[in-house]
């Protein structure tokens, strides 16, 4: 079975999360300086001192801190597990929360503020179980690596991309991973179904630039770098880029419609992703590879045409067609506008049926009996895209059982980010336990 923590580590696990939210990470995507994870991964090397693990920081960029530590398992020749968290967040407009989006305010059960969702709250399960197992003197079967990276939300240029090129050492003979967006629970027809994130859809940010002739306003000009770029942004928006099942995707919407008492039907897969409740927000967009403009950029004045205009583009190609997807765009952009690639991962899945993922299973059914256990594909990204350079197989997997009200998928980078404190506890205790089987 999986055993309930201490009380002490269940107040430590909240205490931990608040701590860590009231340490502001906030980054903004701007570079180098854009966030400051030091203050926070000092205060895990602290947390893992005080048991007795050391652990080592590795700044990428003045204050963009990462930090590692290991606990030798019984098993040295087993594959290492590593888990994994990001230190930073996305910004918050406080201006728009009902509380102090950095004050971590426990209300009714919930903790709030940004970073509850979006990872700290991991972060502290993770840390909280590790603290918990060393203090019992039990050696986990493998070994474990703990790391806590900078930089997940702007790319991990800074942080987990870094490390695997700089420090890819630390993560020596780690065979498998486990960090954020799956784990958690959506109800289905009054069943909670918790969704195990074992695929990430690959992602490109892409330019394109218009080029035209510059000229008067008043003028007649059939070289206007403006309506080229809006005709290429037009030809973009309205391709249809086909609708493709990945396997897990299909063994999720026929588990969620068996739910449902319905049977799933492909070609039309709304009803059954309206079962999904809110957690439908995710499965939608892995459907089909996505593209949507998000930045324009042309003219600096009313009567002036001018010579250039420019986009970016977000793309967020299925597995096995992110080339296709580009050499597309190429061809949509048309003779008069450019691509530009830029930051861009490939999509990576791991395997559905290995034995750890069926540990998952295991676990949340003891811990939460009745419960259906689905994979799912997450149609962003994760750090687990740098460690699987490294050929480290990685899901997403930051168990909660949460209630059925609650629109956590609408939570990550929103307003009034909040956690259940006894998600946190019943997440405690399940990574507990696998940390101790795996
Ligand atoms: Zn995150």
Redesign the pocket.
């Known amino acids: 079975m999986v055993e309930s923590a201490r009380p002490s580590a269940q107040d430590e696990v909240v205490e931990i999360t608040r701590s860590l939210i009231r340490i502001d990470t906030s980054n903004d995507g701007s570079g180098a300086a854009s966030a400051n994870e030091a203050p926070a991964a000092a205060y895990v090397a602290q947390l893992l001192a005080e048991v007795g693990v050391e652990s080592r920081i590795y700044e990428s960029a003045p204050g963009r801190a990462n930090l590692v530590a290991r606990i030798p398992g019984r098993d040295r020749t087993l594959p290492a597990l590593i888990l994994h968290?990001?230190l930073d967040?996305?910004p918050a407009a406080a201006e728009d929360w009902s509380v102090d989006p950095f004050a971590a305010e426990l209300i009714d059960g919930m903790i709030w503020g940004r970073g509850a969702v979006?990872?700290k709250n991991?972060d502290a399960m993770i840390l909280t179980a590790v603290r918990e197992l060393v203090r019992s003197g039990e050696q986990p079967p493998r070994d474990l690596i703990v790391a806590m990276f900078a930089d997940?939300?702007a790319g991990g240029l800074f942080g987990a991309q870094w490390m695997v090129d700089n420090h890819p050492e630390e993560f020596e003979g780690a065979g498998w991973a486990i960090?954020?967006?799956g784990g958690f629970s959506t109800t289905v027809a009054g069943t909670r179904a918790y969704l195990v994130q074992t695929a990430e859809k690959g992602m490109a940010w892409l330019g394109l630039t218009a080029q035209g002739t510059a000229g008067h306003g008043s003028q007649t000009n059939s070289d206007n770098a403006v309506l080229h770029l809006a005709q290429a942004l037009a030809r973009i928006g309205e391709h249809d880029w086909g609708r493709s099942y990945h396997p897990s995707t299909l063994e999720l919407l026929e588990g969620v419609a068996r739910l449902n008492g319905t049977t799933f039907d492909p070609e039309d897969p709304a009803p059954t992703l309206a079962a999904l409740g809110d957690a439908a927000k995710f499965v939608t967009g892995t459907l089909a590879t996505t593209v949507n403009p998000t930045v324009l950029r042309a003219g600096y004045k009313d009567n002036v045409i001018p010579s250039t205009a420019s986009a970016r583009i977000d793309v967020r190609t299925l597995p096995g067609q992110h080339y296709e997807t580009i050499v597309k765009l190429q061809e949509l952009a048309g003779e008069k506008v450019s691509l530009e690639r830029g930051i861009e991962f490939e999509s990576m899945h791991a395997p559905a049926d290995a034995p750890l993922v069926a540990l998952m299973g295991e676990l949340l059914r003891e811990a939460d009996p009745g419960a259906e256990v689905f994979p799912y594909m997450l149609p962003a990204g994760?750090?687990n895209k740098a460690l699987a350079r490294l050929g480290v197989s990685g899901y997403g997997f930051a168990p909660l059982r949460l209630p059925e009200e609650l629109d956590f998928t609408g939570m990550?980078h929103g307003v009034d980010e909040r956690v259940p404190v006894s998600a946190l506890h019943f997440g405690l205790d399940v990574l507990g336990a696998l940390i101790r089987r795996f």
């Open positions: 968290g990001h967040v996305v979006d990872m991991m997940e939300e960090s954020e967006v994760t750090d990550f």
